[in-house]
């Protein structure tokens, strides 16, 4: 992969700053007390006309952009440049009257009406004439524009409109079924349609996985994943290729949502269409939540290769849209922008600028609340703005790997959440954020990769709930052993192909021989249920029965209670200088730490941190620069890294400089 382009900019090196900005939401003459807020704020960029279709184009071809020229040109006059949309994101009423078939059609059949945003099929034929007219309307008049320093297509593709039943969909689904597949038996076969009296005689006889009067076709439904995933980004593609056919220089990018249960785009697969990656992250109260939120920085770094990327969206406080919105405690503002500036992110930008005073978000914070500037957030903004000011140097400077990571991996995680399995309790995301929290708990970094990188310059790779391993995928994990390689997996990983078929012979099929263990059946455990281990842990939700095949996997841990009591719970298999390790249960972050503290430990692997730091802070690492972040609510003392007398506040940040 080519290095990807970065903002059309000229001038030093900057982490840039700044929001989405809806100057069409207000009269003209706050615009004016906007520009002069930015400026001391510190801002750089701001991203504009994301929702303004209907201002943009008030009747079909007809065009006003009279205020989005003044707004760009007042943008422009105050030094501030402009990530400019498409506008394309939310049709106006005039089109969804006109044209109704260009709603979504929920898997029920009912239509999915305008009145919210995002109400348009990806596949319609007419919403992409009248969205791409537009997308090449508004490149060819701000082509020349000297403050447009990059594309942004439309918005968080797929956000409300991921999976579309309509009959549009349903061709479009033909249509790259026949890609997939060069005949209709060859379909058959992958989809095992033998079974349920499924066999199709052509391919006009395939719908999308409408309601259905029992379990839908597992590989029909991954495949419409798959497909309502490829949908979306071709529809990026239709938009990019526009605007490279006019503005070949400046760069593409749309905002991607790696955050938390977002899981309709397989991110790993669309990350070389852009220009550059960018990322919009709100925290979803957990106990995990700031782990979650560094897993996703981590995660969009390397769907990024390693390479700056652009926060596209948090927020400075409170959402909207979860039942309770909590504003956000002190410190948290820098701590959440920086902790993704520390894993490679070269912007920070929120949603919004200014917090609306009409809409369903106007109790959604931005950079300038209700309150006015005259605020504590505001002055926590123009602080930031300082911060970021300060840190310019870094501008450009790559992740600095670990020696860890975790394999993430978007079909395991569509395949694995499908119903009709052992339990449908099994949430994909979850296992891989334990495993996350359990490595920042041992102070030790790991990167969070798609399973499809390279991981041969990895010494661990943890793959929690590999579902999906397709032969290939099988022989690069058994390389990656045989060349020394150590690697952990768990429960309900390697049981299926591409296709969702059993790997046969016995579990975990695609990596029982590396594994050097065999399971007959599956052990899903009740709700409540527990199994406990030898080793002190106890263990919830899946149990597997394990017969070990060689003399050279280990029992590291057995079950002492439970219907496997005195089997196995966890096994490592030494394959030269490399091993491949076992985890048949779920035990939570807190259970992880000692079994994975274990495993590193034999494969070599430690912290970084001084022991007194471990699990306090988190380590992330820009080339010589080390940001050390405060997981606590507790100020740390960092003496024992060097900072004799240094104090990190509660949920503060401190940045080493090399
Ligand atoms: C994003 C979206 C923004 C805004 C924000 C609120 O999903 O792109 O337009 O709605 O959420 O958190």
Redesign the pocket.
Known sequence: MSAPRWLRRDGQPRLEYGA?YNPEQWPREVWDDDVRAMREAGVTIVSLA??SWAKLETAEGTYDFGWLDEAIDLLHANGISVDLATAT?SPPPWLATRHPEILPVDQHGNTVWPGG?QHWRPTSPIFREHALRLVRTMATRYANHPAVAAWHVS??LG?HNVYDYSDDAAAAFRTWLRARYATIDDLNEAWGAAFWSQWYGSFDEILPPRQAATHPNPTQQLDFKRFSSDALKDYLIAEREILREITPDIPVTT?F?VMGETRGMDYADWASEVDFIAN?H?RLPSPQELDELSFSANLTGNLAGGRPWFLM?H?TSA???QPINLAKKPGELERDALTHVAHGADAVCF??WRQSRAGA?KY?SAMVPHAGTDSELFRDVVALGATLRDLAPLAGTLRTPARAAILFDWTSWWAVEQDSHPTERLRYRREALDWYTAFLELGVRADVIPAGSAFDGYDVVVAPVLHVVPGELAARLEAFVTGGGHLVTTYFSGIVDENDHAWLGGYPGALRDLLGIRIEELGPLLDGDTAELDNGLTGTLWTDRIDVTGPDTAVLASYKTGDQAGRPAITRRTAGAGSAAYVSTRLGPAGLVPVLGDLLERAGVTSELPEDLRGRVELAVRGTTRFVINRTDEPVDLTSLGGAGRTLTARGVAVLRA
């Open positions: 989405d994301i929702f994101a945003r918005n968080e956000c905002n949502m919009d709100y969206e927020s959402v909207n849209w949603f919004q978000e959604h």
